[in-house]
């Protein structure tokens, strides 16, 4: 049977068989896979829905009303990518090719169907985004202490006693590094505001209000130090700055950590002890990190492990593979124009963007404050092309939509952001839509370039891949998946330590310590807008349907205003404002609500980012600040 990969964007990036048997297809994990394990999450095991979805997109579309009225016309393939590169040519010549502008995501994260679209649009010198909207801040404070974000192997957790899930809800976005934990008798830690499915299953749940993790691990941090539970050899021999750090957390009173944060001074003590005498590992999460104090809070959290003797005893990010190749930024003639994802709305707003061209991406679900980028959009005469497996809200807003393939319907490979494997991805079937490989030949040709670069088929390219990062295909066509050997690491710092008194931070006017800084809104109720167990973002959910698109809320935020469980609501501020039900909770603590993160739009009529914030963390590279967001709420 042939091998699949789960190309979402998601930790697990699991390996899969698949077949396809009367004309259905079946998908089951690969049981040989160390992490992924042969077992798949409630959303993989309902690929063959999405895969046969009757709202597939099965021929390209130009638009003929309104943005998002949805009047369009079907047109061939031909026409449609003939007006494709005709209208790119024409913006080219008349505005120049940095008013173009490739929007693109880990809607698949197969190294051709992410990357190789990418070389056309460096053969042309266009502008290319600077991505934000995920992980940033957390990559750039872990860059300020150890030099990299990436962190251990996940696979060594079989030799520790404890994991702490630090703001990521694993047990949703990373079933199978959870399971891998709790299968191999890890103690689990979780520290999170909401009392989420993870801190459910865990054997501690340290509840902790928004945007003070970065005084809460101070706090670890000083009771470590000053009651002589680090280790001090390691400390000595590899990390700088240490002296001035404990004068740093020395002035720190716990009694106030504890007001901040809401936990125990006795917690925030067994805690550090715990966590010094059993060595933890943190799982530092993406999620919680995509607000003003994310990036803080991470460089806080990730001297924690340092403390205790692990030379990288964090898991973040994991980049196994080098996939230079297949984006060809080489082709490229003068240095790219970088676009911060997170201010799309702002640079279509001011004209600056001509033409846009989107794949494996959503951003009129995904983006923050959706009032102000559809506004953009409807006021301006950007260009608007979408490749997706559907009509989705971005397609809505198009001129030119064009039917995307899955990756059940052709050959790639898929590395992992969370684990060292990299996993081979076979054609099982074809139904609609072209992949984004074709789609780069076909524009490349009808824009009458002749660079063999573009036409590179994607079996040539998995290979040279491969070849370059010195892994082999034989091995990879007979399991479905190899391991990437980890080479030794250092720490890429200024001092070549694992710098608790950071010299790249205070380069960009940062303290060299974390800093705990306060953030208010104009509205009394912090909204958080986390993970959905079935959706991927805004993926599935027209086709997995089971969403739950209700503002949860404590009871006594909720009696406070008259509201109970099932009442229709507004939930508003000044970005916008939408209609739900509100399901009282005692899982969200007091001043905290929360709406999953991304649904369609085009489904529900609304979603969270109509409420989200836009502002940035410009210091943490124009980072994403989605749980920066205060509403109101009341009863309708
Ligand atoms: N099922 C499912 N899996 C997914 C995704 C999905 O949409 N659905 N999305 C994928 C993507 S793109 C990503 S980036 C990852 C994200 O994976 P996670 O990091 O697990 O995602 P989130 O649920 O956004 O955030 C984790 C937690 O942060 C908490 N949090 C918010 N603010 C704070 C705070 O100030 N402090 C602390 N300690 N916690 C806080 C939230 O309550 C939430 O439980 O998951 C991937 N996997
Ligand atoms: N409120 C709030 N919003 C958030 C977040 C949050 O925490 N809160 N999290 C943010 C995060 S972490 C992320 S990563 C972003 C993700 O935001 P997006 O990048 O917009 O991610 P998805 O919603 O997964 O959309 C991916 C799209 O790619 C399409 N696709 C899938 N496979 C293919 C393919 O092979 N080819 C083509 N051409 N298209 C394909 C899918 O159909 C889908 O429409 O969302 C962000 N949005
Ligand atoms: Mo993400």
Redesign the pocket.
């Known amino acids: 049977m042939p091998f699949s990969v789960c ?3 998601c930790y697990d990036t699991c390996s899969m068989v698949s077949e396809l048997k009367d004309g259905r297809l079946r998908v089951k994990g690969n049981p040989e896979h160390p992490i992924t394990a042969g077992f798949l999450c409630p959303k993989g095991a309902l690929l063959p829905r999405w895969f046969h979805a009757n709202d597939r997109l099965k021929n390209p579309l130009v638009r003929t009303g309104e943005r998002g009225s949805g009047s369009f016309l079907e047109t061939s393939w031909e026409e449609a990518i003939e007006l494709v590169a005709t209208k790119l040519r024409e913006i080219i010549e008349k505005h120049g090719s940095e008013s173009v502008l490739v929007y693109q ?4 994260r ?1 190294v051709v ?1 992410y990357a190789f679209p990418l070389r056309l649009f460096h053969y042309l010198n266009t502008a290319m985004l600077d991505y934000g ?3 940033r801040a957390g990559q750039e404070a872990l860059k300020d202490v150890y030099g990299t974000a990436i962190g251990m192997d996940p696979e060594e957790l079989k030799n520790q006693k404890l994991i702490v899930y630090w703001g990521i809800n694993a047990f949703w976005t990373n079933l199978h590094g959870f399971t891998f934990a709790k299968k191999h008798g890890l103690e689990i830690w979780t520290v999170d505001v909401v009392r989420t499915e993870t801190a459910k299953r865990s054997d501690r749940f340290f509840r902790i209000r928004p945007d003070t993790d970065v005084l809460f691990a101070l706090g670890v941090a000083k009771v470590i130090i000053e009651e002589e539970l680090y280790d001090r050899v390691f400390v000595r021999e590899n990390v700088y700055g240490f002296e001035e750090f404990k004068n740093y957390v020395k002035t720190l009173s716990l009694d106030y950590v504890s007001r901040e944060t809401g936990i125990r001074v006795e917690e925030i003590e067994t805690f550090a002890r715990e966590f010094a005498e059993k060595r933890g590992i943190i799982h530092i999460g ?2 919680f990190q ?1 607000s003003l104090a994310g990036g803080e809070a991470v460089r806080a959290i990730s001297i924690l492990p340092a403390l205790v003797g692990h030379r990288f005893g964090f898991i973040y990010d994991m980049k196994t593979i080098d996939k230079s190749y297949a984006e060809g930024a080489f082709l490229r003639t003068r240095p790219a124009r970088r676009i911060p994802q997170m201010k799309l709305a702002e640079y279509i707003e001011r004209g600056e963007v001509k033409f846009l061209y989107v ?5 009129l ?4 404050n959706q009032n102000l980028l559809r506004k953009a959009l409807r006021e301006s005469d950007v260009f608007v092309v979408t ?4 009509l ?1 809200d ?1 397609a809505l807003y198009s001129d030119v939509v064009l039917p ?4 059940f319907e052709r050959l790639d490979i898929a590395d992992s952001y969370y684990h060292r494997h990299v996993a081979l991805n076979e054609p099982v079937a074809r139904l609609y839509g072209k ?2 490989s074709e789609i780069t030949r076909l524009l490349a040709k009808a824009l009458g370039i002749n660079n063999p670069y573009l036409y590179e088929s994607d079996e040539g390219i998995v290979k040279k891949v491969l070849e370059l990062n010195g892994l082999s295909w034989q091995e990879l066509k007979a399991k479905g998946f190899v391991k990437v050997p980890e080479k030794p690491k250092e720490w890429e710092t200024p001092s070549g330590k694992i710098e608790f008194y950071s010299q790249r931070a205070v380069r960009r006017g940062l303290s060299p310590f974390p800093e705990y800084r306060k953030f208010e809104g104009k509205y009394p109720l912090r909204l958080l ?3 959905h167990r079935m959706t ?4 599935y959910h027209n086709t997995h349907g089971m969403i739950d698109p209700y503002l949860y809320i404590n009871p006594a935020d909720a009696s406070e205003r008259d509201i109970e469980d099932g009442d229709t609501i507004e939930v508003f501020n000044d970005n916008g404002s939408i209609r739900t039900e509100a399901r009282l909770t005692e899982d969200v603590p007091q001043g905290v609500v929360m709406l999953y ?2 649904f369609w739009v085009r489904l529900l009529g609304w979603n ?2 109509f409420l ?1 914030g836009d502002e940035t963390v410009e210091r943490y590279g124009n980072g ?1 600040a ?2 920066s967001t205060w509403v109101e709420i009341r009863k309708v």
Not at 105 to 108: L, R, S
Not at 365 to 368: E, I, K, Q, V
Not at 536 to 539: D, E, K, M, N
Request: glycine residues 6%; contains cysteine; proline residues 6%.
């Open positions: 190309m979402r964007d995501y880990a809607g698949d197969g169907n909207i995920c992980d993406y999620g995509r794949y494996n991406s959503n951003p679900a995904s983006l923050p490749h997706d497996i559907f989705t971005t995307a393939n899955t990756f992949s984004n807008t986390p993970t991927i973002t805004s993926q993160k991304a969270a980012n989200t994403s989605y749980h």
